[in-house]
Every structure is written in C-alpha cells, then in structure tokens.
C-alpha cells in the first residue's frame, strides 16, 4: 500500500538522515523515494545534502510522464525509481546508496548472495554504465524484468503486427536451461490470430488447445491506444487462455486495465511522436494530406 504524501516526506527524510549516519551515503550522493500513489512517488533532490534536507525540500515525481512539482529538480536518477515502483507494485521505497561492499560486489559484476529476510535472497547486478543515463535506467529495468523470467509461467506467445521472429526468440530466451528459470525445458506455443470482416481476432480449431487453460503473452510492435490490447485479451480470454502480460517493440502506455506492458523503446526515445483519435486529429482539421499508411507489412502512399 503506497503512503500519504505526508507519510512519504517523513519517511524520506528520516531513511536519509539514517543512511548518512551509518556511513551508506556521503554528502548529497545516492537518493531515496517513497511511492505515494501507483505512478507518482516523492524523491530526494538534487545536490542537497541528507543533514540539512526537510520534508518541504522534497520533489514529488510522476513516474509516467517523468513530470514534477516545486521549483527544486528532483534527483537524476528518478527514472531508475520510477521503473522499480512500475516493475514492482509491491514496492513502496527504493533506496540508492553507496556502501562499500556493495561498490566492490558491482565492481567485480557478481550479485549478493544472502539470506537476509529484506533482500529476497539475492541481489542483481546489472551491467555497468555512465551514471544518470538511460543506458543506466535500461541495464536496471532489464535486471529488474528478470523477475518475470522466474516468476511468471508462459504458455504461448499470441504474436500481433507480424511479431512472429520475435516470438520465437522470445520463446527461446524463456525456455533456456537454467536453475532459476521456471519456463526452462517447456515447450511455448508461438502463435498469430487471423482477423474476420469486423476485424475481430479469431484462432482455428487447432490452434485453441494452445489457449484454453495456457497461461499466455500478447507480444505486438507497437502499442498507441490500447485498443489492440483490449481487443486481444478479449480474444484470448473468450478461448480460455489466462492474459499473464503485454510485451511490445514500442508503446506509449506503461499499464492499461491494470494490466504492465513491457516494451524496449517508448515515447522517450521518438521525440516528435504523438498518437491522436481521429476526429482530434490537427493534420485533417488543418486539411493537410496523409503522405501513406503504415502497418506491419509496409507503407502504402495515399
């Protein structure tokens, strides 16, 4: 359950003022956030030291549109918290320091083994990059989304938008021997709808036993509105399948329906992009011309 703000200030500060005291931080390095809602969480700020810091100073975030309030900027490492709190519903405060011991296990690019009840019996390590890039927000997101390679079971891939070749290596990636994989050695269907005149999504006869009771993954190219994904979970759920997640090349949406799409690229990475209904559309209220339709297989110029 994620606090009141007032609770999340509180915590922020005190967890700060701690770290600074048992030697985990140094001046205004390392950060701490607490979630006070499903996307939005408060954060420390940039370049202020843990000693003087008050609940005031702080920044609240929207780890959505990376947007935040107050004259002060928020730390520069809030994407990588914003990804922990999207990954991790579970998570109410993400805490980034610099022990030692954990700066020579990073180093050396093990993870921590321990059984300490807080740590969940290990902690990653993910690869090294320039601090406060998103090379460095990538690398911990791809570590985090391990956690779904250990915990979540696929049964098949529905592959939407010619998706195909990567559900097939998907599936491979996802069935690799491994102690900790639990997919490892399964078989995992790699299968596409057809589409009737309505363009409603329809599987064959011997395509459904490979989603009635299978637990699967929607993977598309791109995701825009939702409407697609909707449509496909509908689709999936009436042939008895059970929806375990999205996945997509692009999307501008992180979760829809409560349901996390995982995507590699999103609006961040398209400056310009922007996704519109048809009758908001400014290029037809300004009559200026579509140059072509884009889909999966191609372009056709209109």
């Known amino acids: 359950m994620a606090y009141t703000e007032a609770e999340a200030r509180r915590i922020v500060v005190e967890a700060g003022r701690k770290l600074l005291a048992e030697g985990l931080v140094a ?163 790699v299968i596409r709808p057809e589409y009737n005149s309505n363009s409603q999504l329809l599987f064959r006869d011997n395509l459904q036993p490979m989603l009635n009771g299978k637990h699967v993954l929607i993977l598309m190219a791109s995701v825009a509105t939702g409407k697609t994904i909707n449509k496909s979970v509908e689709c999936v759920q009436y042939y008895g399948g059970i929806v375990q997640g999205v996945a997509a090349v692009y999307s501008t949406m992180k979760s829809i329906d409560g349901l996390d799409i995982q995507s590699i690229f999103s609006p961040d990475d398209l400056p310009g992009y922007a996704s519109y209904e048809f009758k908001d559309c400014p290029y037809c209220k300004q009559g200026i011309k579509l140059d072509a339709l884009v889909n999966s297989f191609g372009y056709s110029k209109l």
């Open 27 to 189: 001046r205004t390095w390392g950060n701490v956030s607490a979630r006070v809602s499903e996307s939005r969480f408060v954060i420390t700020p940039s370049g202020m030291a843990y000693d003087t810091m008050t609940e005031e100073q702080l920044v609240p975030v929207d780890g959505l549109s990376d947007a935040w309030q107050g004259s002060r900027k928020p730390s520069s490492e809030r994407g990588i918290h914003a990804d922990a709190y999207r990954l991790h519903r579970d998570v109410n405060v993400v805490i980034h320091t610099h022990q030692d011991m954990a700066s020579v296990c990073s180093t050396a690019g093990r993870p921590i083994v321990t059984d300490h009840p807080l740590l969940g019996g290990r902690v990653p390590c993910a690869g090294y990059v320039l601090p406060s890039t998103d090379k460095l927000r990538r690398a911990v997101a791809r570590e985090l989304a391990q956690k779904y390679v250990t915990s979540t079971v696929i049964d098949t891939i529905v592959c939407l938008d010619g998706t195909q070749v990567i559900g097939a290596c998907l599936a491979r990636e996802l069935t690799k021997s491994g102690l900790a994989s639990i997919n490892a050695h399964q078989s995992i269907y």
